[in-house]
Every structure is written in C-alpha cells, then in structure tokens.
C-alpha cells in the first residue's frame, strides 16, 4: 500500500524559514516523479514544486521561486521542502503527492506563518 | 499559464440523482505526445484529494463506475450517475499537459438538497 507521510508543519514568523518531510512508503520511491500541492484554508489546490525521479529536474510555481527548494534521498525513501522567507500567504496545507498526475497523497502537514 | 474554469461553483443534488461538472481550460490539452493530461479530484470534507480519473476518462483503482470523465481539447466533465452520501465534497480538474506550472480547476462543492 502507497502511503506518503508529512512532517515538519507548524508556527513561523514572517521571514522565516521551516523544512518539510514526506516519507514515501509501499512503492519503489526513485521510479518517481514527486510533487508539493498546498491548500490555504478554505481555498482550492495549488501546485508548489516538483522533482525528477534522480532530483536533476525541478519545477516551481512563481510565486514561490527562489524562496521555496524541493530535494529527495532516494536513499531514504523522503521528500523534502525547505522554505525560505516565508509570507503569510503561505500558511496553507501542504500534501506531498506521488507523481506529476497526483495519484496518491498524504494526510498534509499545516503551515501557518504569523507574528 | 493554463486556467482552469469549472463550473457550477456550488452543485446541490438528490440522492440517486446524476450530477455532472465541467472543466473548461484556456487552451487544448491535447499533448504533442497525443494524450490529453486532464485528472479529476475528490476532496471529502476534512480529507486528503483522492484522484478519481486521469487522462479524461480513466477510472483509478477502487472509484465506483458511478464515476465518469469524458470530453476532450477544452471542455472536460465529470459525471456522477447516482449521487451517494459519500460522494459529498469539493470536486478538482487538474492540467498536466502544459506545464510549469500544474494548474488546478478552482473547485465544485457538491452537497445534498
């Protein structure tokens, strides 16, 4: 069973910085595509970030470019977002998802950025 | 960039009733490749999206028949023969053919009258 699990949610100021983890479990980890999709509350399902099954190819959405870094250890079986310069517009859910089709999701971890 | 359009907002229905969503993008999704990259979500209410069907008409593993997608080059629709308690919730199309970025329909709240 696929099952995608993420970490690191939580309280942040402004302007600061948090580390996001997915641990992937269930399915052969480095065959796939892995993406970040993030809800704001009450809102729809944006896009945040993808990343190549060997990390050499990575995507975001403009809102979040040169602030937000996805990575993967294949090795480890894990995911990750590391966020940077953090705005209040990007307290949302954020869902770590297999591949650029979302076929499976985790439960989300919530980051709320406020003073 | 993509937009995704869907329409109604809000979908109240019957119970046993069918229901039926559309999606509309700014631009064709059929890929160079030939295959049309438009997926359909269900978020159920304080749940995760699960993925309902890929490439316009493709049922995933465990979705009820009830489900259909269909359409093609702009206008896309998800139809639900006959509407069940559980299939309450906020309804997504997803674009994978033109990107960065991957966009997303901005969501049809099903409800039951």
């Known amino acids: 069973e696929v099952q995608l699990v993420e970490s690191g949610g939580g309280l942040v100021q402004p302007g600061g910085s948090l580390r996001l983890s997915c641990a992937a479990s269930?399915?052969?980890?480095?065959?796939?595509?892995m993406s970040w999709v993030r809800q704001a509350p009450g809102k729809g399902l944006e896009w945040v970030a993808n990343?190549?099954?060997?990390?050499?190819?990575?995507y975001y959405v403009d809102s979040v470019k040169g602030r937000f870094t996805i990575s993967r250890d294949n090795a480890k079986n894990s995911l990750y977002l590391q966020m940077n310069s953090l705005r209040a517009e990007d307290t949302a859910v954020y869902y770590c998802?297999?591949?650029?089709?979302?076929?499976?999701w985790g439960q989300g971890t919530l980051v709320t950025v406020s003073s | 960039d993509v937009v995704m359009t869907q329409s109604p907002l809000s979908l109240p229905v019957t119970l046993g009733q069918p229901a039926s969503i559309s999606c509309r993008s700014s631009?064709?999704?059929?890929?160079?490749?030939?295959?049309?990259?438009l997926n359909w979500f269900q978020q159920r209410p304080g749940q995760s999206p699960r993925r309902l069907i890929y490439?316009?008409?493709n049922r995933d593993s465990g979705v009820p028949d009830r489900f259909s997608g269909s359409g093609s080059g702009t206008d896309f629709t998800l139809k639900i023969s006959r509407v069940e308690a559980e299939d309450v919730g906020v309804y997504y199309c997803?674009?994978?053919?033109?990107?960065?970025?991957?966009?997303f329909g901005g969501g049809t709240k099903v409800e039951i009258k």
């Open positions: 269930g399915f052969t980890f480095s065959n796939y595509w």
């Open positions: 990343i190549k099954q060997d990390g050499s190819e990575k």
């Open positions: 998802a297999r591949d650029r089709g979302f076929q499976h």
């Open positions: 490439e316009v008409s």
């Open positions: 997803m674009q994978g053919t033109h990107w960065p970025p991957l966009t």
């Open positions: 631009q064709s999704l059929v890929h160079s490749d030939g295959n049309t990259y």
